[in-house]
């Protein structure tokens, strides 16, 4: 069971950048993946998830209109699309699964009992 984050990198304000969360050895569509962040001296919070067997997707506040969170089920892999890139993004940002599916409240990083590695995102003013 493995999930892989990558993707991140040192962009500017304003921009965009895509990260793709690439899993491995579990059934793909029976779990919700999430996407959380963390900052320096901040904890963990969620950023946005998806349940693609049901159609379910949510977003954090901060991300709402920025942030779109999409899977591709023949590659077992989910992205997030990120654009509009404020300094206030900047976090290491990690992929997570759970299962059963999600159909709600999904930014909890404790529901959550498989974690990649993290991937880091730097945005510059």
Same mark, same amino acid.
């Given at each position: 069971?493995?999930?892989?984050? /990558?993707? $991140?990198?040192? *962009? ?7 990260? @793709?969360?690439? &899993?491995?050895?579990? &059934?793909?569509?029976?779990? %919700? !993946? ?12 969620? =950023? @946005?998830? !998806?349940?693609?067997? !049901? $159609? #379910?997707?949510? #977003?954090?506040?901060? *991300?709402?209109?920025?942030? %779109? ?7 077992? %892999? ?5 654009? @509009? ?6 976090? !290491? #940002?990690?992929?997570?699964? =759970? /299962?059963? =599916?999600?159909?709600? /409240?999904?930014?909890?990083? %404790?529901?959550?009992?498989?974690? $990649?590695?993290?991937?880091? *995102? &730097?945005?510059? @003013?």
């Amino acid at each position: 069971v493995q999930l892989q984050a /990558s993707g $991140g990198g040192l *962009v500017q304000a304003g921009d965009s950048l895509t990260l @793709s969360c690439a &899993t491995s050895g579990f &059934t793909f569509d029976l779990y %919700t !993946i999430g996407w959380f962040r963390q900052a320096p001296g901040k904890e963990r919070e969620g =950023v @946005s998830c !998806i349940s693609s067997r !049901i $159609g #379910y997707t949510d #977003y954090a506040d901060s *991300v709402k209109g920025r942030f %779109t969170i999409t899977s591709d089920n023949a590659k077992n %892999t989910v992205y997030l699309q990120m654009n @509009s890139l404020r300094t206030e993004d900047t976090a !290491i #940002y990690y992929c997570a699964a =759970v /299962s059963p =599916v999600l159909f709600r /409240s999904c930014h909890t990083p %404790t529901l959550y009992d498989i974690w $990649g590695q993290g991937t880091l *995102v &730097t945005v510059s @003013s």
